[in-house]
């Protein structure tokens, strides 16, 4: 079992910034993926960002520019540093975790945090 703990949301108005938390424990693989989505209401969840445990990171084209994903492997943390932040960054915002082998192919069960509401307001 792997439990995801999300921290760092809120409100904040546009153009401003959030740092997004997300701690793992249990049974953490020296190899995985990490990631952020998001979900707004009657809508699928979204990639936001992911990052491979050799820190390789992807990030959608949209979302480029704006957002960085970085990892503490000592400390089983991701962070998600969100900037210039819009009204349509609105959403709860879910922290993502699976097991991988070779080549980042993942394996195994999905776990996912309780999620993290942000709100971009003015």
């Known amino acids: 079992q792997v439990q995801l703990v999300e921290s760092g949301g809120g409100s904040v108005e546009p153009g401003g910034s959030l740092r997004l938390s997300c701690a793992a424990s249990g049974n953490i693989s020296d190899s995985n993926t990490m990631a952020w989505y998001r979900q707004t209401p009657g809508n699928q969840r979204e990639l936001v960002a992911a990052?491979?445990?050799?820190?390789?990171?992807n990030i959608p084209d949209s979302m480029k520019g704006r957002l960085t994903i970085s990892r503490d492997n000592a400390k089983k943390t991701i962070f998600l540093q969100m900037n210039s932040l819009k009204l349509e960054d609105t959403a709860v915002y879910y922290c993502?975790?699976?097991?991988?082998?070779?080549?980042?192919?993942?394996?195994?069960?999905?776990?996912w945090g309780q999620g993290t509401q942000v709100t971009v307001s003015s």
């Open positions: 993502y975790y699976r097991r991988t082998i070779a080549f980042g192919v993942p394996v195994g069960d999905t776990y």
């Open positions: 990052i491979t445990s050799v820190g390789i990171t």
